[in-house]
């Protein structure tokens, strides 16, 4: 019988009877939960949903920390059309609010106990506690039958909202619909050869963008999830022991994270026999260690460096690492080419028409920032190529080169935006977040590039009042995550101004070799 999937609520359903005893979730301390398991707990978890008054298009906000319930979770709300976003339990108070603020659930679902619980609560958002003990007895007097109007979820509605940093302070919500991850699972699984035999890591936060590739192609695919929580990734011999321990055949990570394990020697060359792929992007690869993981497992192992924007569907292109990869040590990997049933065109190129502002368009291209009209229309525009239909396309900011082979080559950022560690950070955003300070009369931050994949995000405060950099960096934690924490804090009376009064960032970016 031939099925026509539509939604990933049946995707899910239908590859859950194909693999019905088959291993789904793997956990390093022993529990596994079958295909069957999942699917029947998803289930009751929709019905659970529904009972509570949630309907399609509603949104639920998950602080996730990859339990089973948490991941039950996901696929429920995918079962119902009702979208879901996680959340980083780490992430400062202010910065979880006004990511509440733009996507208005109607329910909060705590996996973990969340430190800042009292002032969560202040926001009068209905919440349940999926992590205690007694919660999945309660979900047992629901049905684990599909929900019926799973049949009303369309490949246009929403499946997820993917916040990501915002140049006004605000986070931007990405919306990814049912039709963007059929088509990325249907290309995740022909690209990479995945079946039911692989075991694919899930050691990426799944509040950030790289998961997707994890949850989606693993669990949409019949194969093993692994899942690592911090506790196990923070530590390299660890977590290079338990990927080992669990016979992982796919890793996807951004590369500081593959770095680290090599930097530290927690991975060598016969740390990972069953490894089969090894898959990075989100920020460059530095050659001399990329190198050294490809003399460790080219010949046992592809290795993959791949490319996309959050607002696209986590990946749109991949490219293969071969031994000419490294006649060149000084420039980046390249990003290969796209992946088929997706295109671009570039903007703002130069005379060759080789050079500019990659812009993205076919089938994986997002439905636009969640709530967010202003900024959905700029950045996601009609082709300026194309005056006969509507043909919308994501403009990344990203400059890329095209070469003799068609390849695309990353070479910066058209805006003020970074990668660092592996997240997009828009520097404005910690800008705004310095200036909440009472003692902050304006602040500058730029971001100090040490070489093609490393740099450092540094912050210029004038103020007249506070003479200790600690005090800013300290205040500067409760307000952003970790990964968007200056590595330096300088003080000044005033910041440098241009001719146009605006703070000249060029001047800074010398300054700081001489303050």
């Known amino acids: 019988m031939v099925h026509y999937i539509y ?53 639920i906000a998950l602080f996730n920390n990859k339990s089973p319930l948490g991941y039950a979770t996901m696929l429920a709300a995918l079962k119902c059309g009702i979208i879901y976003t996680n959340l980083d339990h780490t992430s400062p108070f202010q910065r979880i609010k006004k990511i509440t603020e733009r996507c208005m659930p109607k329910l909060l679902v705590y996996d973990v106990e969340y430190s800042l619980r009292t002032e969560m609560d202040e926001l009068n958002i209905p919440s349940i506690n999926i992590f205690e003990a007694g919660f999945e007895n309660q979900l047992s007097d629901f049905s684990t039958a599909l929900p019926a109007d799973v049949a009303s979820v369309t490949g246009q509605d ?12 605000f986070p931007k919500g990405a919306v990814i619909s049912h039709a963007n991850l059929i088509n990325f699972i249907n290309w995740g699984q022909a690209e990479y050869g995945i079946t039911q035999d692989d075991i694919l890591t899930n050691a990426n936060p799944i509040y950030f963008d790289n998961s997707v590739f994890d949850f989606y192609i693993a669990l949409f695919s019949g194969a093993q999830l692994a899942p690592f929580t911090n506790d196990i990734t923070r530590d390299p011999f660890l977590l290079v022991k338990a990927v080992a321990a669990a016979g992982c055949t796919t890793w996807f990570s951004v590369p500081s994270l593959l770095v680290y394990l090599i930097t530290t020697k927690a991975l060598a060359a016969n740390s990972l026999p069953d490894m089969k792929r090894f898959i990075f992007g989100g920020e460059g690869f530095p050659k001399p ?18 490319y996309g924007p959050t607002e696209c569907t986590c990946i749109c292109s991949s490219y293969k690492i071969s031994e000419t990869d490294f006649e060149d040590m000084n420039n980046l990997a390249p990003l290969g080419f796209l992946a088929p049933n997706f295109s671009y065109v570039l903007i703002n190129t130069d005379d060759t028409g080789t050079f500019g502002e990659l812009c993205l368009k076919g089938p994986n291209v997002g439905a636009g920032y969640y709530n967010d009209v202003e ?3 700029k950045s996601f525009i009609q082709n300026p190529y194309n005056a006969y239909y509507n043909e919308i396309i994501y403009c990344t900011g990203d400059l890329v080169q095209v070469d003799a082979k068609g390849h695309l080559h990353f070479k910066g950022r058209a805006d003020n935006q970074v990668k660092h560690m592996g997240y997009r950070i828009e520097l404005e955003e910690i800008e705004a977040m310095l200036n909440t300070l009472v003692y902050v009369n304006e602040s500058a931050v730029i971001y100090d590039r040490i070489n093609e994949s490393l740099g450092q995000i540094i912050a210029f405060v004038a103020t007249d009042t506070v003479t200790d950099a600690t005090i800013v960096t300290n205040d500067i934690k409760k307000l952003v995550p970790d990964y968007m924490i200056p590595r330096k804090v300088f003080l000044m009376p005033a910041l440098p101004k241009n001719q146009n009064g605006k703070t000249d960032k060029t001047l800074l970016k010398d300054f700081k070799n001489t303050l």
């Open 7 to 59: 939604n990933i609520g049946v995707r899910f359903s239908l590859t859950a009877q194909l693999h019905t005893n088959r291993t789904a979730l793997k956990y390093h301390d022993g529990l596994q939960v079958s295909y069957a398991q999942l699917d029947a707990l998803s289930n009751r978890m929709a019905h659970y949903l529904q009972s509570e008054g949630l309907q399609k298009g509603d949104v």
């Open 158 to 169: 929403g499946a997820y909202i993917m916040f990501t940093s915002g140049s006004t302070g």
């Open 289 to 306: 260690r990329l190198k050294k993981l490809y003399e460790m497992y080219g010949a046992t192992a592809g290795i993959y460096n791949v």
């Open 375 to 377: 900024r959905t229309q």
